[in-house]
């Protein structure tokens, strides 16, 4: 299993402005992901992160709204650029040990 | 594209009873499925996994089964008490990026 750390765990930021979420992982990992859990709804997977490449976005997810940095093998960031209403959520980074997936505990944004 | 459904969306249910949440999914070529918990406001904790060569895994009063080729698993939690009380996601792993595909949780009360 893994420990996974995010931070932080919720904020209430002003339209306009961005977050930034980390995400820390207590071992090595190859891949890193994140996923948005919007009000009511079920996990949807922003983008995969590889240590030392650019991040792999879904459809529907664009590097200048969600940026992510992957400087090392145990860490990670996202950030939500440029904020709007729709962008509150549940955030959460997730990893992959063999067939099964870990999270952790989710950073709950508001935009108000 | 692979869909994952879970019925009921919500469930109150009386402290002791034994219950079963059920995931279905329409593309059985999977590799695993996964069931979560998920506490309000906050991430997901593994409960079970069942690869796609098993056909039940057990855990302490929870039991998952997985019918591939019907597309159907199911969670039987035995005795349920007030500290079960949490919303359940089932995953399925699958297609080419071997991603998981979350269904939209059913949410569970128990009451003392």
């Known amino acids: 299993s893994a420990v996974i750390s995010q931070k932080p765990s919720r904020d209430i930021c002003q339209r306009g402005t961005s977050l930034t979420i980390q995400c820390q992982v207590d071992?090595?990992?190859?891949?890193m992901f994140w996923y948005r859990q919007q009000p009511g709804q079920s996990l949807t997977l922003i983008a995969t992160?590889?240590?030392?490449?650019?991040?792999?976005?879904e459809s529907g997810f664009v590097i200048d709204k969600f940026p992510i940095s992957r400087p090392n093998l145990t860490f990670s960031t996202l950030t939500v650029s440029n904020m709007s209403p729709e962008d509150s959520s549940i955030y959460l980074c997730?990893?992959?040990?063999?067939?099964?997936?870990?999270f952790g505990q989710g950073t709950r944004l508001t935009v108000v | 594209k692979q869909e994952v459904t879970q019925i009921p969306a919500a469930l109150s249910v009386p402290e002791g009873e034994n219950l079963v949440l059920n995931c279905s999914f329409t593309?059985?070529?999977?590799?695993?499925l996964q069931w979560f918990r998920q506490d309000p406001g906050k991430g997901l904790t593994s409960l079970l996994l069942?690869?796609?060569?098993?056909r039940e895994q057990t855990s302490g009063r929870l039991n998952a089964s997985l019918d591939k080729s019907s597309g159907r698993s199911t969670l039987y939690i035995a005795a349920s008490q007030p500290g079960d009380s949490a919303t359940y996601l089932c995953?399925?792993?699958?297609?080419?990026?071997?991603?998981?595909?979350f269904g939209s949780g059913t949410q569970l009360t128990v009451l003392p």
């Open positions: 997730s990893v992959e040990f063999g067939p099964e997936a870990f």
């Open positions: 071992s090595q990992v190859t891949m």
């Open positions: 992160a590889n240590q030392g490449s650019e991040a792999t976005y």
């Open positions: 593309d059985s070529a999977i590799y695993n």
């Open positions: 069942i690869q796609s060569s098993q």
């Open positions: 995953a399925v792993r699958g297609g080419s990026a071997r991603q998981l595909t």
